[in-house]
């Protein structure tokens, strides 16, 4: 009750909320320096019907197959942040990867019941009883499933980096790398963790994640000074504020040493929601374009000085899935 009415009071008063955003990551620090890493974050499933659970998971696993454009999972592949349940490992497996790791900074909260019932179904509709390795499912001993808690997505692919060690033939994740404390030097860690003709897919969501969303409008977090923003978000993995110019900087750098092809298509726009099916920005229905621009134009002035003189047509953009092929 009491947490409840000072979220409702900080809501209306945005360098409050800053203050108490930088108290809580240090906080979080703190916690995470005595190894307490189970966060909220992750709980996707929490709210959902086992039925909901399963579409949910149908749709990331098959998001990844429409929009990266080719047949079935096959080799091994890594999945960052898969939260409270391994439902897309286990279809991944089952299509034909043998082997899935999945990497998280942090220990998801989850309900053990609620997810056995998911395995279930899950295991029930796909067939999946081979991947048992008991009577019943535990989802830390599933077959070619390696859980690796507790590492964050940046130290473990920088170790697969400096060992050189070319593993993966796929890494995906969604909505992830907005999380990342430093997704960018991830990336390119990443792409040397590939096999060459490996893939990357990645589904990554821009917007604010209720920092200072609904009360106030959806660009505020991106008001908040460049020198105070990392101390509200280094270790809570509250939404890193690294935009598609960032990842477009590094794809092309990447790309233009050979390594890699990509491209970035469009999810979220600014003001004008969710992009189905996504796309690039030039296929985007022109008044939605104008509309998230507008919207940009109107609040721009406002910003911190590392968005000011941004293109509007980035500023825009609130949400993208990165397909990423190593070519050697
Ligand atoms: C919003 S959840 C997404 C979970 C799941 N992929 C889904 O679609 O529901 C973000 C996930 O990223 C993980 N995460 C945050 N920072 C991370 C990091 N630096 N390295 C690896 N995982 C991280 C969180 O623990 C959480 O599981």
């Known amino acids: 009750m009491i947490k409840q009415q000072m979220k409702l009071f900080l809501a209306s008063k945005p360098k409050l909320k800053t203050t108490a955003f930088i108290a809580t990551d240090l906080w979080k620090g703190l916690q995470m320096t005595l190894g307490k890493i189970d966060t909220k974050s992750g709980m996707a499933h929490a709210n959902y ?4 659970s399963i579409k949910y998971i149908e749709e990331v696993f098959n998001d990844y197959k429409k929009y990266g454009e080719f047949e079935q999972f096959y080799g091994v592949a890594a999945e960052i942040g898969p939260g409270d349940n ?3 490992a286990l279809l991944m497996r089952q299509d034909g990867c043998q082997q899935v790791d999945l990497i998280d900074r942090y220990y998801s909260r989850r309900n053990r019941e609620q997810q056995n019932k998911i395995y279930d179904s899950l295991g029930h509709k796909y067939k999946l009883d081979n991947l048992k390795t008991q009577d019943f499912w ?3 001993k599933i077959a070619g499933i390696n859980w690796k808690i507790g590492q964050s997505a940046e130290d473990y692919f920088r170790k697969c980096a400096q060992e050189k060690k070319q593993i993966y033939d796929f890494i995906v ?3 992830v790398l907005e999380h990342l404390y430093n997704p960018l030097d991830a990336l390119q860690d990443m792409v040397t963790c590939l096999k060459p003709k490996g893939r990357m897919l990645h589904k990554i969501d821009f917007r604010d994640h209720g920092m200072f969303t ?3 409008q959806e660009l505020t977090f991106l008001e908040i000074p460049s020198f105070f923003y990392p101390l509200m978000v280094r270790n809570s993995g509250r939404p890193n504020r690294i935009l598609i110019h960032r990842y477009r900087e590094v794809l092309e750098r990447l790309k ?3 390594l890699i092809d990509y491209s970035i298509l469009v999810t979220h726009l600014v003001d004008a929601g969710e992009i189905s099916p996504h796309t690039t920005f030039d296929n985007i229905d022109l008044k939605k374009q104008n509309k998230a621009i507008n919207f940009v134009e109107k609040y721009k002035h406002k910003l911190a000085t590392e968005f000011i003189d941004l293109d509007s047509q980035d500023l825009a953009v609130s949400g993208v899935f990165l397909k990423v092929v190593k070519l050697i």
């Open 49 to 52: 019907s086992t039925k909901e």
């Open 256 to 258: 233009k040493q050979g």
């Open 86 to 88: 391994a439902g897309v």
């Open 173 to 175: 994740s969604r909505a």
């Open 214 to 216: 609904p009360e106030n």
């Open 138 to 140: 535990d989802e830390t």
